[in-house]
């Protein structure tokens, strides 16, 4: 089955912790996105990344750190730096050039 | 970034149509529109997009104002599992290969058994 996977669903860690998030897509797509989103919220860019080797920020990427080293992979650490850390992480891929985005089930951390 | 307004909230009986309204006054003459729904606890997925002319797909059909300041999506027989935020989004587009799409609140529809 072609598609995008997010793992954990659920993840917890202390405050001061670096966590990583993973995300993975089997659908060939060259652009991969990450967003969070908070309660009762829309979703806002944290990084995006449209071929291997290389991505740009979003609106909200203090905190925040990505790589792209394969097609496949886009791996979302969010640094002791970032203040507010609990939310649900959304990754979602897409073909270069078309707004159509696939999206993962999400992982919802939550930092004590 | 061409904003849109959407109602918070909308409830509708199962079975029965449903139009969604967004307001995009400041919309350029090469965004296009689109939709996306997200069930609760899950990532959005996509519904259906348009430029100018109408459309339709399986899951639902795109209303475009003539001015294209606003649209409304329509969900012709709503089940009970259509209820879910649903965003409806005009294009960023940054230059270059940078597609982007800005979520906001959304709507929130209810269907009533």
């Excluded at chain 1, 598609?3 to 089997?26: A, D, H, M, W």
């Excluded at chain 1, 797509?29 to 291997?52: F, K, N, T």
Aim: a neutral charge; proline letters at 5%.
């Amino acid at each position: 089955d072609g598609g995008i996977t997010q793992s954990p669903k659920y993840l917890f860690r202390k405050e001061g912790q670096n966590v990583t998030l993973s995300c993975e897509q089997n659908l060939n797509h060259d652009a991969m996105y990450w967003y969070r989103q908070d309660p009762g919220q829309g979703l806002r860019l944290i990084y995006y990344s449209q071929i291997v080797n290389d991505f740009q920020k979003g609106d909200i990427a203090e905190g925040y750190s990505v790589s792209r080293e394969k097609k496949e992979s886009f791996p979302l650490t969010v640094t002791s730096a970032q203040k507010n850390p609990t939310a649900f992480y959304l990754c979602a891929s897409g073909t270069s050039g078309s707004y159509e985005q696939y999206f993962g089930p999400g992982t919802r951390l939550t930092v004590t | 970034d061409a904003k849109t307004t959407q109602p918070n909230s909308m409830e509708s009986n199962e079975e029965e149509p449903v139009h969604l309204p967004c307001n995009h006054s400041t919309i350029s003459g090469t965004d296009y529109i689109h939709w996306y729904r997200q069930l609760p606890s899950q990532g959005p997925e996509y519904v259906i997009h348009g430029l100018t002319s109408n459309v339709n797909n399986r899951m639902a059909s795109l209303a475009i104002a003539e001015d294209r300041k606003s649209s409304t999506l329509i969900l012709h027989r709503a089940t009970l599992r259509d209820a879910a935020v649903y965003y409806c989004i005009l294009d960023s587009y940054s230059g270059g290969s940078n597609y982007k799409l800005t979520f906001g609140k959304g709507t929130l529809l209810t269907v009533n058994p």
